[in-house]
């Protein structure tokens, strides 16, 4: 080989070496900003969900905003806010006043007991009975089923007092109350359910409309306000003339109908 053909081989080859060491250069520094790219866009992303979670997490909730919805009144109501729900006859000289939360299992073994005694002394005119509800447990236990649930019966007792009274013995039941803890309620198809179980509520689209769509969603809050504001310190409360009625222990409500009975005659008497 000339010394030409050695010289310009050697050439040759740092060329190629050049050429491959500035390839692989290239490719280390692409490789470099790919990385940074990525990096910099999981920060944004990151960022971006922590963001979002915080503006989540600062926005009131459903029923915080319900607090600013348009009231709409159930019909068969009256007084401020169409919170005064009272059913029976209107020249009853007596009224006893019941405080309830839907998800209040005492509640739920009062009705099943008292309850029915409750709807005939009102059918027949013995006094008048006003529903106070409460919303309390959603506080304590944490959840919203006291509220959707008030807020059905709101729906009922716009298609009528026997359908709200029927339909809140419904709930009560031993068939469709859950567990205090469990809370169930919270389920509008769960509150369509059981009202199927009254004649007046099945397959009431007008009334199943109503509860999905939250109609007397803040009629349920205000409700619940007339609670919060009374002289009741838990449920089921019975009232009448501004007196509490109790069973023989002089301080809870009358859980027999024996009981019941006791205390009303007394409270008609007074």
């Not at 236990?141 to 013995?169: H, Q, R």
């Not at 099945?202 to 939250?214: E, I, L, S, T």
Request: some cysteine.
């Amino acid at each position: 080989m000339s010394k030409r053909n050695s010289q310009a081989a050697k050439t040759a080859a740092r060329e190629r070496l050049r050429v491959e060491r500035e390839r692989q250069a290239k490719k280390a520094k692409a490789k470099r900003q790919l990385v940074v790219a990525l990096s910099v866009v999981g920060v944004l992303a990151a960022a971006g969900g922590i963001g979002y979670a915080v503006v989540q997490a600062n926005q009131p909730d459903y029923w915080e905003s319900a607090k600013d919805a348009e009231l709409v009144k159930p019909a068969n109501t009256s007084g401020k806010n169409g919170t005064t729900v009272v059913i029976g006859e209107s020249d009853a000289k007596k009224t006893l006043e019941l405080y309830e939360d839907p998800r209040c299992p005492v509640c739920a073994s009062f009705e099943q007991t008292v309850g029915k005694t409750i709807e005939k002394d009102v059918e027949d005119g013995k006094y008048k009975m006003r529903f106070i509800g409460a919303s309390f447990l959603d506080r304590n236990l944490t959840g919203e089923g006291s509220k959707n649930a008030l807020s059905a019966l709101g729906a009922a007792l716009n298609v009528g007092p026997e359908a709200f009274l029927a339909y809140k013995s419904a709930l009560y039941s031993a068939e469709y109350h859950p567990e205090e803890t469990d809370d169930k309620f919270k389920d509008d198809a769960y509150l369509i359910k059981v009202a199927n179980s009254v004649d007046a509520l099945k397959g009431n689209k007008g009334f199943q409309a109503d509860v999905k769509d939250g109609t007397y969603d803040k009629w349920a809050l205000e409700m619940s306000d007339v609670f919060d504001n009374s002289e009741a310190q838990g449920t089921p409360t019975l009232m009448m003339d501004g007196k509490k009625l109790t069973g023989s222990d002089g301080k809870n409500a009358p859980m027999t109908v024996d009981e019941f009975n006791t205390a009303v005659d007394a409270a008609l008497k007074a």
